[in-house]
């Protein structure tokens, strides 16, 4: 066994290894810090986020009368996860320390690094099927003033002050090709070390190799993030017995660097990877007008209001939603091998209902423009929905209903949407809103929705006519299925040790992140509850810092 260059190597400068190197260096630890990208991409995906934490019975909760409880949050987990497999058994524990730690001190340990809310409090995933079902019965999604670089700003800050002082050592362009292993111990990685690049961050990178590298720890820390941009992996693990197969075409909501080829070598050296076939893909994906990296798309964060349409036009059957229960409505569209969906709308929907997934989507959050932010309460579509709208290649906007069709069928080139359907779908949903009261169960949420008051004031629009004139043009969004996340990984014990089939820990191997599935190998199960997957970071990162620390 080779001569320790630090104590940790940390591989995946994202935001787990991030909050790992910073919690290490914390308690005096030295740390090298490797990225197979360059310096630009610092942060990982949680950079293009737009910041949204879990947080369970916050200040934010309660100025705005929400209930909230562990104990609500808790079954909310446990339905919408659904674990049903012998080896959920660390994802099972991961999730209820979560939960501890999301109630818990989770939030007054990133107040005092000088992280912040938006004080409307989301209700991503918000399901509406019942009581017992998948979803959040209340609002737990807290943006963040920042967004995603609101999110990383203070591990960052910790990581070059440690930086500066020489606890902390940072190797970009290393791409990590193997773990160095003696008489079964991780004590080390090698690799390629990649030229330099000037790409920007987020676009592809070169892979031109211009030499090797080999470098020891006293442990190996994993954070080298998923699969989403690699969709040759996603259709490896697809799960076509619960989803059909795989849609013919698939954008990307990730960098074409989150490749998971790490993962899959630490698995061929010996760990546990277990529930790869559980992954997280959105629906309602935009083609990016102005793309950074290829297959490049954004997500419509929906409000409950939109028609949701097959592609011949008929209403897609309750609780199918928008932003009810993302994997189940996933289900409902590749089973029957839709190409494409659609959202029917007016601007006066969009401009109420419909956000943009990002922080470069969300530029007056992210850059803390308080004038901007409340611009959002003025009469002008937000000026990056708006250039959507202006540009995006699967928008559809038209004055009237026939013209709307045409136009929907137009592009796609094929005359896949019926009008008569169309127009019996919406005028059934208009003549059920004359009234405080109907049997049409998508209105149904969407009054309850409009209760809380962060709901009622900036997110969800009072229920009215679709085809009412003064509230047009009317719009139709053609959806695209987008990968995101993966919600399985490497097995790991609640120190984020890694774990071999069989449950025996490998000495000196460590993971964190999505690489882990968040924890354990997937503590989300099926569903991802939180709408958000920072948290996850946050906390299976300073797990493993504290459990290498010895903290």
Excluded at 173 to 180: A, F, I, P, Y
Excluded at 284 to 291: A, C, K, Q, S, T
Excluded at 385 to 413: K, S
Aim: glycine share 12%.
């Amino acid at each position: 066994m080779s001569t320790p260059q630090a104590d940790v190597i940390v591989v995946g400068a994202g935001l787990a290894g991030l909050v790992a190197a910073a919690e290490l260096a914390d308690a005096g630890r030295s740390v090298l810090l490797l990225d197979q990208e360059g310096e630009r991409n610092l942060g990982g995906q949680a950079y293009w986020s737009f910041g949204g934490l879990f947080f369970v019975d916050s200040p934010e909760q309660r100025r705005l009368g929400i209930r909230d409880s562990l104990e609500l949050a808790r079954r909310d987990w446990e339905v919408t996860a659904a674990f049903d497999r012998p080896e959920d058994h660390w994802p099972r524990q991961w999730a209820q320390a979560y939960l501890h730690f999301a109630a818990g001190e989770k939030r007054e340990w990133l107040h005092r690094q000088g992280m912040r809310w938006f004080p409307a409090v989301g209700w991503a995933e918000r399901g509406g099927a019942g009581a017992g079902q998948p979803g959040n019965s209340v609002p737990r999604f807290h943006v963040t003033w920042g967004t995603g670089p609101g999110v990383l700003e203070p591990f960052e800050r910790r990581v070059r002050e440690h930086q500066q002082a020489g606890r902390i050592t940072f190797h970009f362009r290393h791409r990590v090709r193997t773990l160095n292993v003696t008489a079964g111990t991780v004590h080390g990685v090698s690799g390629d070390v990649l030229e330099p690049s000037d790409a920007a961050r987020g676009q592809p990178s070169s892979r031109v190799v211009v030499g090797d590298f080999t470098l020891n720890a006293g442990a190996v820390l994993i954070t080298s993030g998923g699969i989403g941009g690699n969709h040759e992996l996603v259709r490896r693990f697809w799960p076509t017995e619960r989803l059909g197969p795989a849609p013919a075409a698939l954008l990307s909501g990730v960098p074409q660097h989150v490749d998971g080829l790490l993962q899959q070598q630490v698995a061929a050296q010996g760990a546990n990877l277990i529930n790869p076939d559980r992954m997280w893909h959105y629906t309602e994906g935009l083609r990016n007008w102005n793309p950074i990296w290829p297959a490049h798309a954004i997500r419509i964060l929906p409000g409950p209001s939109s028609l949701w349409l097959d592609p011949t036009g008929r209403r897609l059957p309750f609780p199918h939603i928008p932003g009810a229960s993302t994997y189940d409505t996933l289900r409902h569209i590749t089973t029957r091998g839709y190409p494409h969906t659609w959202f029917l709308l007016n601007r006066a929907i969009i401009k109420r209902e419909f956000a943009l997934s990002g922080s470069e989507q969300n530029p007056d959050l992210t850059n803390r423009d308080l004038k901007a932010v409340a611009g959002r309460l003025g009469k002008n579509v937000a000026p990056a929905l708006q250039a959507f709208l202006d540009h995006g290649a699967d928008f559809v906007v038209r004055e009237t209903l026939p013209d709307l069709v045409r136009g929907m069928n137009d592009l796609t080139g094929q005359p896949l949407v019926d009008y008569a359907t169309v127009e019996r779908e919406v005028l059934d949903r208009d003549l059920q809103v004359l009234n405080p009261a109907g049997k049409d169960p998508q209105l149904a949420v969407v009054r309850g929705a409009r209760a809380i008051l962060s709901e009622k004031l900036i997110r969800v629009a009072k229920p009215a006519p679709i085809l009412d004139p003064g509230s047009g043009p009317l719009i139709a969004v053609k959806l695209n299925v987008l990968t995101r996340k993966s919600l399985g990984g490497l097995e790991t014990n609640l120190q984020g040790q890694v774990l071999r089939p069989g449950g025996e820990v490998i000495p000196g191997l460590y993971a964190a992140g999505e690489v882990a599935g968040f924890g354990g190998g997937g503590y989300h199960g099926y569903r991802a509850l939180e709408g958000t997957f920072l948290g996850g970071c946050l906390f299976s990162g300073r797990a493993a810092g504290r459990a290498l620390a010895g903290r």
